[in-house]
């Protein structure tokens, strides 16, 4: 069973707009949720994190909302680039865990120039 | 020169066959890991290991072992490859909780 579930699986948007994706947990011990972005022939590389005593985190034109009750976050990707054309993961682990991450299914995102 | 390195890149086999993907990190890392890439599936944690004599099984450990020769290196065997562990196979390191690395993958395909 899939204990992250993400979507959508593909994502289209136009240069400047707003890409969102959105991803559900089911294990309340979660406590680390990271989003990673991989290229082509790349490995995922992580983009940016949370941690459930903050509800949002930016780091430049990425943003991570998270809702602790409903048990769902989301990555919003503001004024997307062609650049920003990946395949994006989320993820979730438990501290007790170390980096034992549990992936979400993946989103490919393509930003039209 | 890439922190977390695999080998071989891709490779080729045939259903039945022994093969052992390597991983080799230079970060000083203590905790490593094996996830196997599948469209549509995500990563899925195959083995983890701690230390250099801790290994753990993941998600999908069936058909795999490892073994951790160095706190630097973490092999991945299929003792008896079939076609159905077609995929992308990644290492990834990581310092205590903290954010993984992860290295350029191994693509490797079951004939």
């Known amino acids: 069973q899939q204990q992250v579930k993400q979507s959508p699986q593909s994502l289209i948007v136009q240069k400047g707009g707003i890409s969102i994706i959105n991803c559900a947990y089911e294990n309340t011990a979660f406590d680390y949720f990271p989003w990673y972005q991989q290229f082509p022939g790349k490995g995922p590389a992580l983009l940016i994190a949370i941690r459930p005593d903050v509800s949002e985190k930016k780091e430049g034109r990425f943003t991570i909302s998270f809702n602790k009750s409903a048990k769902q976050f989301s990555l919003h990707i503001m004024d997307s680039q062609p650049g920003d054309s990946a395949t994006y993961f989320c993820a979730a682990s438990e501290e007790t865990s170390g980096s034992r991450l549990t992936f979400g299914e993946g989103t490919q995102l393509t930003v039209n120039p | 020169d890439a922190d977390v390195t695999q080998t071989p890149r891709n490779r080729i086999t045939k259903t039945g066959k022994r093969i052992m993907l390597e991983c080799s990190q230079t970060?000083?890392?203590?905790?490593m890991y094996w996830y196997r890439q599948d469209p549509g599936l995500g990563l899925r944690l195959i083995y983890y290991?701690?230390?250099?004599?801790?290994?753990n099984k993941g998600e999908i450990s069936d058909g795999y072992s490892v073994s951790r020769q160095a706190q630097a290196k973490f092999s991945l065997s299929l003792e008896s490859a079939i076609p159905n562990q077609t995929a992308l196979y990644f290492c990834?390191?990581?310092?205590?909780?903290?954010?993984?690395?992860f290295g350029q993958g191994t693509r490797l395909t079951v004939v």
């Open positions: 990834a390191t990581s310092e205590g909780t903290s954010k993984a690395f």
């Open positions: 290991s701690f230390d250099v004599k801790d290994i």
């Open positions: 970060k000083g890392h203590d905790r």
